[in-house]
Structures are given as C-alpha cells and as structure tokens.
C-alpha cells in the first residue's frame, strides 16, 4: 500500500475544506470528507481549520478506513492497488455499508478483479456517486 499516493486519491475524491460545509446528503462535513458529529464537535462548525488541523483529521480517518479495509478483506491476499480502492470506499461509505459488498468481497478473495470492478458498479454506491465509482471501478477492473 502506498499511503501518499491513497492520500492523493482520497483527497482527490473528497476534496479538501478548511471550513464546514454541506455535503450531498445535507451533512455538515469538514476537511477531507469529515463528518462533523454534534455536538461533540460542534467547534468544527466555527471558524477555519488550519492545514495542520485538517491532516490530523484526515490521518486519524484513514487509519479508521485502512483499519476498516483490513476487516473486510485480508491486505495480504489481493493487489496493493485493489486494497487502496477498498480503503477508499471504507473511507467514503465506513465498514457497515461496505461490508455489504459480498459478491465484491468474494471477487477479491478470487482475485477477479474484473468480477470486482463489475460488483462496485452493480450499486447503489456507484448510482450516488458515479464519478467516484466509475474511476475506481476503471482502477480495479486494470488491476
């Protein structure tokens, strides 16, 4: 696993902001994807965060995606590439939703990477955030 370039990939896909916004589903988020959770971080809400504030943010959320990716799938067993797209999907959707993924699951454990890339499209995921899924789904089915 290459982390600056997961890093890159993630930050590409969710952005970056240093104030709280919206997101799609109406949720007050920060940083790179980070959902704010009232009122334990109601502060977040409240001015700019600072760059250093934001990655601290960020390292501790990918830790949880990386941590959530190695409970799905064992590291160990697919291509480098293939476990830094199930982190980002563990990023963008937590271990609930993607474990949900079966049939991808099962794909990965075969090492189909095109069965994979087939599975993440086949979903709702990848109706609500086409762009996202497409270019993961391209990245896996390459794999």
């Known amino acids: 696993m290459n982390i600056e370039r997961l890093k890159k990939q993630i930050i590409q896909h969710e952005g970056l902001r240093y104030k709280a916004y919206k997101d799609t589903l109406d949720n007050w988020t920060i940083g790179v994807g980070h959902l704010i959770k009232l009122p334990d ?13 934001v990655m601290q943010i960020f390292d501790t959320d990918l830790n949880q995606a990386i941590d959530d ?21 563990a990023f963008n ?48 089915r390459d794999v």
Not at 42 to 51: A, F, I, Q, S
Not at 76 to 89: G, L, Q, T
Not at 102 to 129: G, P, T
């Open 41 to 53: 971080e109601e502060y977040l809400l409240h001015g700019t965060l600072k760059e250093y504030e």
């Open 69 to 89: 990716a190695r409970k799905f799938v064992d590291e160990n067993s697919i291509n480098d590439i293939a476990f830094e797209i199930i982190v980002d999907m």
């Open 93 to 140: 959707l937590g271990l609930p939703k993607l474990s949900k993924f079966k049939r991808l699951k099962q794909a990965l454990i075969d090492n189909d990477y095109v069965q994979a890339s087939e599975e993440m499209l086949a979903s709702l995921w990848a109706r609500q955030l086409p762009n996202r899924s497409k270019t993961l789904a391209d990245k896996m």
